[in-house]
């Protein structure tokens, strides 16, 4: 029944959705456009690139935007917007890759949580407190400081930072769906445990999961920026966005500021996507706000 609103133009087609979300979460409909741009420039970025991201046009540094560069090349004379769309595409991998694994384990985790409840939902919890006690980004820094700067070691303390958040949004799901009649008689006719969870309350714990699942990527995008900027991310010369704000972005701010302005704008403008595509996934999603 949460789900209703998704296919509620079944013979009209996506794009009478696309349409009716434009009206009623215009917010949300340009999050979803935005996020289908960086998601065609990951997917195509062979094909978009303009230029190698990772060559060097010796005596070619610091060229402003124009016909040649469309954004311009950094301080050693690479392609600024060749970087920017690839970049995309480390981006979406780190954020996919951590989502899925955070979030899903993280909603598990919950979903048992509130399940079995006691002492074993007591302890759970407060290994939730646990983790969520340190600072994001300092959790962060110290898992990929102990593993080491590299893609997968990123996607893994990313994943690792944002298990919490999804298992106390799941665990609070599961404890309202808990209360339902059904739940209660699916016990009483001998249910398992295993199917009790994964047949009456993982259903009802679906909504929430894709609204925790959108929005949490955004915030792996900013997690693995704010690593590779700290220079513990992405290794170079993966063109990284977090990457590309750091070392001569900075030191050329004011002589080159393209180099940092783009890379930003990219950053910000994603997360911005996936923030407001969120949203709109939670109003439409959350049958107490559809009239709204």
């Known amino acids: 029944a949460d789900l209703a609103p998704l296919f509620c133009y079944p013979r009209a087609g996506p794009l009478a959705f696309v349409g009716a979300l434009a009206g009623r979460k215009p917010l949300g409909a340009a999050g979803a456009c935005i996020v289908l741009l960086v998601a065609v420039a990951a997917l195509l970025a062979p094909l978009l690139a303009p230029h190698d ?71 759970v919890q407060r290994l939730i407190d646990s983790l969520m006690a340190f600072p994001t980004l300092v959790l962060g820094i110290a898992i990929v400081g102990i593993l080491g700067p590299s893609l997968p070691n990123v996607v893994a ?25 059904y739940i209660e008689a699916a016990r009483a006719i001998g249910a398992s445990n295993l199917r009790i969870m994964l047949v009456h309350l993982l259903p009802q714990c679906v909504a929430p999961f894709i609204v925790i699942a959108t929005a949490e990527m955004g915030w792996a995008i900013m997690v693995e920026a704010s690593l590779s900027f700290l220079g513990v991310g992405i290794p170079p010369p993966e063109p990284s966005w977090g990457g590309m704000l750091a070392g001569a972005a900075r030191r050329y701010a004011e002589t080159a500021p393209w180099i940092g302005i783009f890379p930003g704008v990219a950053i910000s403008m994603t997360v911005f996507g996936f923030n407001y595509l969120g949203d709109a996934l939670r109003d439409v999603l959350d049958p107490r706000l559809r009239g709204q």
């Open 53 to 123: 991201p990772i060559r060097i046009y010796f005596g070619r540094a610091f060229i402003p935007p124009g016909q040649e560069f469309l954004l311009g090349t950094d301080n050693v004379g690479r392609d600024l917007l060749s970087r920017i769309i690839w970049g995309s595409r480390i981006s979406l991998i780190v954020a996919i890759a951590s989502v899925a694994t955070g979030a899903t384990v993280g909603a598990f985790v919950g979903l048992a949580s509130a399940h079995f409840g006691g002492a074993f939902d007591m302890l």
């Open 157 to 181: 303390a990313i994943a690792i930072v944002l298990l919490p958040q999804a298992a106390r949004v799941i665990r609070s799901a599961a404890l309202v769906a808990k209360g339902n009649v």
